[in-house]
């Protein structure tokens, strides 16, 4: 599925943002919509905005107890990768149509490590110079790992008379279950506790047949 950036006219008489707000329920003051940004061709849970400011921050987004896991992958072709709870996750970025459509264009994410399923909440974030709009992805499952999926982004407001451009893109991350796995058997502990068993278990044997 390809995202698809709306087309504005430039207005000499361009009404300041409103206060950022949630797309649920609808509609947002902004104009904004979950189908805004998708990922495995599934619209976000939810998204928060716009919010009038050149950075973002775990703080701004919209959206409580996310902490920053990609953060300012810069398009066009561009990547980052982290590490969390045990998984390595990398963010890449491209333009639609660069460098005539900096207002939509496609993502990926890819992971190795971990035991599937990995369950994780996940905040998008798309800023602009000026501005910056959150989307909320809620319980994604990751199915197997490694993997990877990809998405669509498209900016869809205007702001003081201009179209924003991505500049960054970020990811925060929330809720990870089941990404770190097991910890590994202390070996030389275990065959230490195996002969101690061992141990007591022919002591008692011996006061056994030593009452017979």
């Known amino acids: 599925m ?49 919010v009038q400011a050149s950075s973002n921050s775990a703080s701004t987004i919209g959206f409580d107890g996310f902490t920053p896991l990609l953060v300012d992958a810069v398009p066009d072709g561009a990547t980052v990768t982290n590490t969390v709870d045990g998984v390595t996750f990398t963010l890449g970025v491209t333009y639609l149509q660069n460098p005539l459509d900096q207002t939509a264009g496609n993502w990926s994410l890819t992971w190795i490590g971990g035991s599937a399923p990995i369950t994780l909440d996940i905040v998008a974030v798309l800023q602009s110079p000026s501005t910056f709009v959150s989307y909320l992805f809620s319980d994604l499952v990751l199915a197997t790992t490694p993997g990877s999926g990809t998405g669509t982004w498209a900016i869809n407001y ?38 101690v068993a061992a141990l007591g278990l022919g002591v008692l044997l011996r006061r056994r047949l030593a009452r017979a």
């Not at 849970?45 to 716009?50: K, T």
């Not at 089941?178 to 590994?184: D, S, Y």
């Open 158 to 195: 205007q702001f003081n008379e201009d179209i924003p451009i991505l500049s960054t893109f970020s990811i925060y991350v929330s809720g990870i279950s089941g990404a770190t796995p097991p910890a590994p058997v202390d070996e030389p502990a275990s065959v230490a506790l195996l002969g």
């Open 2 to 50: 390809i995202g698809i950036a709306l087309t504005f006219s430039a207005s000499a008489h361009a009404a300041p943002l409103p206060a950022p707000a949630n797309c649920l329920p609808p509609p947002n003051p902004a104009d904004l919509s979950v189908s805004d940004v998708t990922f495995a061709a599934i619209n976000a849970s939810d998204c928060y905005g716009v």
